[in-house]
């Protein structure tokens, strides 16, 4: 049974930084592609960061995150992370990673494997 489990969430003070990791188990190799996803209060669940594992290419729809957020992984310890700098109030939200296999896909419905969620909340 495919599982993924995010971590590193917290509570932040503007301008400064976390990183999320997540890790997957149970996954088939056609699940090469792997995303972070971000929710923020009453808003749709949106893409932000993506990586290919056969390849290591990456996609950032976000232009907001572009330059502050990095999306890296370590195929040995089936481990996605997402290191995020310079946190804005607007970064809220609750981080979900997800498994796909359909591309670097930045519609939530292009993945089949979702994680629990974290919750980063950036606030003075």
């Known amino acids: 049974q495919p599982r993924l489990v995010e971590s590193g969430g917290g509570l932040v003070q503007p301008g400064g930084s976390l990183r999320l990791s997540c890790v997957a188990s149970g996954l088939t190799s056609d699940y090469y592609v792997m995303g972070w996803f971000r929710q923020a209060p009453g808003k749709e669940r949106e893409g932000i960061s993506f990586i290919s594992s056969d390849d290591g290419n990456t996609y950032y729809p976000d232009a907001s995150v572009k330059g502050r957020f990095t999306i890296s992984s370590d195929n040995a310890k089936n481990t996605v992370y997402l290191q995020m700098n310079s946190l804005k109030p607007e970064d809220t939200g609750v981080y979900y990673c997800?498994?796909?296999?359909?591309?670097?896909?930045?519609?939530?419905?292009?993945?089949?494997?979702w994680g629990q969620g974290t919750q980063v909340t950036v606030s003075s």
């Open positions: 997800a498994a796909g296999r359909y591309g670097l896909a930045r519609s939530p419905h292009e993945y089949d494997y």
